[in-house]
């Protein structure tokens, strides 16, 4: 499974961004997708996941702020990042995980909160 992310970037206080991320190859070995971030010097956090069946998995410190959306029949899964907060800022990675629990990560993008 290959992954290519796109989006993340500057964003001031209480902005939003949209980060999105398409898989391709054995794309039907995937039953979770999602985010994680990592800010240095610190282990790599769940942002949001969400299933196949598109159960949605948040970590406490963005729920009510970030919707994760899936399309399976385009491979993507994206993220809305709503009312962000410099805590926010982070190394994005996209990632699935097979139905046999194989985890395949992309290229992490940048987030960045600040005014």
């Known amino acids: 499974v290959q992954l290519q992310a796109s989006g993340g970037g500057l964003v001031q206080p209480g902005g939003s961004l949209r980060l999105s991320c398409a898989a391709s190859?054995?794309?039907?070995?995937?039953?979770?997708m999602g985010w994680y971030r990592q800010v240095p010097g610190k282990q790599r956090e769940l942002a949001a996941t969400i299933t196949r069946s598109g159960s949605a998995n948040y970590a406490d410190s963005v729920k009510g702020r970030f919707t994760i959306s899936r399309d399976n029949a385009k491979n993507t899964v994206d993220v809305q990042m709503n009312s962000l907060k410099p805590e926010d800022t982070a190394v994005y990675s996209c990632?699935?995980?097979?139905?046999?629990?194989?985890?395949?990560w992309g290229q992490g993008t940048q987030v960045t909160v600040s005014s």
């Open positions: 990632y699935v995980r097979s139905w046999s629990g194989r985890p395949y």
């Open positions: 190859g054995s794309v039907s070995s995937i039953n979770a």
